[in-house]
């Protein structure tokens, strides 16, 4: 995807698609389009093609283009001026429910090539886990990791439960795993990685593989801001998600930090992912840094911190926008993702999930038909709001929505609250 243009950074309802709004509505568009392109989205659960989706190609001026389904590859297709939205619809993620999800992209350019990942959610799983003994010297405990998390610590020859919940689950039959050997202090020491190792509810698994001694990779950060404190984390990127291999609780407040994360040999290849949470009476951030693992960690955070939301989002119905306030400092957004649960009447609500260019502090709703949205609805019970700076900057905005993406694979590890966190993920190293 293209390095996006000005107007493409920029909301709708700031470029050159739509004109202001009046009381009575938007207003209809009264600038000349330019030159319209194809715009193509393409859905896939569990990286499997999904097709039947209704999926709506809205241009600038809320015109419904096309309304279509994705086919047996999961496409959908139309051609649409710049500006433009795409929304997808997909049915209730659980049996029994009433609940409709929409997923829509706003400021679409010609050319956009957009890439939906949808939750494929299953049944918690309990495993009984245990690993061999390491014939290393100053081993005192034992530390299992899948992509929920470590287990906690327990001794050679006991049998530990480990729980994967249903929203870290990616395969229901094959997980990966990393057990790590730790001295008396619960540091590690070595470790041994597990890749798409077969899982079933209930089962005693016993993981199997040589121990390694954990590489030492150096990590700093600089400029911390004055009223800042930081908490650092890292993962490693695996199929079955993001596996937290190092977390040494450092902390500091101003200045700088420096540390040593303890990195499984065998992960010396692929990418690393390193979460920063600042902590400041302004505005929480987690700042996410991606690259190749490497032998050491720098990362400078001077010009880096984003804009803190300032004021809870809020819904202007006649208007029909999504707006908030930023502070005046800090470097702005590139996206900007809501989230709003809104009412539609007779026990039946739907969570729509908007993703736009971040540079202006407000979204122009789509004007989607009202056999699918009944909007607006005084009962919209809910406004979550997400800003993000991410790999690639606007241009990279295709990947944000689904659990393929940048922003919901990590929604759990680094979610913002509804009035206002702003979530950064740091353009990596070399292009991942």
């Known amino acids: 995807m293209r390095l996006a243009s000005l107007c493409s950074v920029l909301l709708v309802a700031a470029c050159g698609g739509s004109s202001p709004a009046t009381a009575d509505g938007p207003a209809a568009d009264t600038a000349e389009p330019g030159p319209g392109g194809a715009v193509r989205v393409t859905v896939t659960q569990a990286g499997v093609p999904v097709g039947g989706l209704s999926v709506y190609f809205l241009d600038p001026d809320n015109t419904v283009v096309a309304m279509t389904t994705t086919d047996a590859t999961g496409r959908a297709s139309a051609t649409l001026h710049a500006g433009g939205s795409v929304t997808v619809v997909h049915a209730p993620l659980a049996s029994g429910t009433e609940v409709r999800d929409l997923e829509s992209w706003v400021g679409v350019q010609p050319g956009d090539d957009l890439a939906l990942e949808l939750p494929s959610f299953h049944a918690a799983m309990n495993l009984m886990v245990s690993v061999p003994v390491a014939s290393l010297p100053d081993v005192a405990s034992y530390n299992v990791v899948s992509p929920c998390g470590g287990t906690g610590l327990f001794l050679a020859g006991q049998t530990i439960q480990l729980s994967l919940l249903p929203n870290c689950?990616?395969?229901?039959?094959?997980?990966?795993?990393?057990?790590?050997?730790?001295?008396?202090?619960?540091?590690?020491?070595?470790?041994?990685?597990?890749?798409?190792?077969?899982?079933?509810?209930?089962?005693?698994?016993?993981?199997?593989?040589?121990?390694?001694?954990?590489?030492?990779?150096?990590?700093?950060?600089?400029?911390?801001?004055?009223?800042?404190?930081?908490?650092?984390?890292?993962?490693?990127?695996?199929?079955?998600?993001?596996?937290?291999?190092?977390?040494?609780?450092?902390?500091?407040?101003?200045?700088s930090i420096a540390g040593t994360f303890h990195w499984p040999a065998q992960l010396t290849t692929g990418t690393r992912v390193l979460q920063a949470g600042l902590l400041s009476p302004d505005s929480p951030q987690r700042v996410t840094s991606w690259a190749p693992v490497a032998s050491s960690v720098s990362v400078d955070l001077m010009d880096q911190v984003g804009q803190p939301i300032t004021s809870q989002a809020t819904i202007d119905p006649s208007h029909r926008q999504l707006a908030w306030t930023l502070a005046d400092h800090g470097a702005p957004a590139h996206l900007a993702v809501a989230s709003l649960t809104v009412d539609q009447g007779a026990s039946k609500s739907l969570v729509w999930t908007i993703v736009a260019p971040g540079a202006a502090p407000q979204i122009a709703l789509p004007q989607l038909p009202g056999s699918i949205i009944q909007f607006p609805s005084p009962g919209t019970t809910g406004v979550g709001l997400t800003l993000l700076r991410v790999p690639g900057g606007t241009a990279s905005w295709t990947r944000v929505l689904g659990t393929g993406g940048y922003y919901a694979g990590f929604a759990g590890l680094f979610s913002a609250s509804p009035s206002g966190s702003m979530t950064q993920v740091f353009p990596p190293v070399v292009p991942l």
């Open 169 to 255: 689950v990616v395969d229901p039959l094959r997980s990966d795993f990393i057990a790590f050997a730790q001295d008396a202090s619960g540091q590690a020491i070595a470790a041994f990685v597990a890749l798409q190792v077969g899982i079933s509810s209930g089962q005693h698994l016993a993981l199997t593989g040589a121990y390694q001694p954990v590489a030492d990779i150096p990590i700093a950060y600089a400029n911390i801001g004055p009223t800042q404190s930081i908490e650092l984390g890292a993962f490693a990127i695996t199929g079955a998600g993001p596996l937290q291999v190092a977390n040494p609780y450092l902390s500091a407040t101003g200045g």
